[in-house]
C-alpha cells in the first residue's frame, strides 16, 4: 500500500508564497504521473496540477497557471508544489495524489493513492 503524506501548508496573507511537499511512502512503480489536487470549503475537489512520471510534462489548471509550479524528485520519492502570488480564491485543503498513468492527466479517476491533505488559507 502506498501512503502519501502532503505538508507545507499554512496561514499566509495575498501575494505570499508556499511550497507544498509531498512524501511518498515508497518507490512508486517508475512510470506513474504524481497530481496536485485542492478541495475549498462548501467545494468539491478540483485539479491543480500534475507532472508525467519522466517530470518532463506538466499541467496545470487555468487557474494557477503562471503561479503555480510542479515538481517531482524520485531520488526522494517526493513531488513538490511552489505556489506564489496566493489569492483568497487558492484557500483550500491541497492533496498530493499518485496516477495509474504514466502521462500526467487532470482527471480525478486516474488517481489511485491519495494523501490527507494540508491545508492552505489565505487571507486578503
Known amino acids: 500500500q502506498v501512503q502519501l503524506q502532503a505538508s507545507g501548508g499554512g496561514l499566509v496573507q495575498t501575494g505570499d508564497s508556499l511550497r507544498l511537499s509531498c512524501a511518498i511512502s515508497k518507490r512508486t512503480g517508475s512510470n506513474n504521473a504524481l497530481g496536485w489536487f485542492r478541495q475549498a470549503p462548501g467545494k468539491g475537489r478540483e485539479f491543480v496540477a500534475a507532472?508525467?512520471?519522466?517530470?518532463?510534462?506538466?499541467r496545470y489548471d487555468y487557474s494557477v497557471e503562471g503561479r503555480f509550479t510542479i515538481s517531482r524528485d524520485d531520488a526522494k520519492s517526493s513531488v513538490y508544489l511552489q505556489m506564489n502570488d496566493l489569492r483568497p480564491e487558492d484557500t483550500a485543503l491541497y492533496y498530493c495524489?499518485?496516477?495509474?498513468?504514466?502521462?500526467?492527466?487532470?482527471?480525478?479517476?486516474?488517481?489511485?493513492?491519495w494523501g490527507r491533505g494540508t491545508q492552505v488559507t489565505v487571507s486578503s
Open positions: 507532472i508525467n512520471w519522466r517530470g518532463g510534462g506538466t
Open positions: 495524489a499518485v496516477s495509474r498513468y504514466s502521462t500526467s492527466t487532470s482527471l480525478q479517476e486516474n488517481y489511485i493513492y
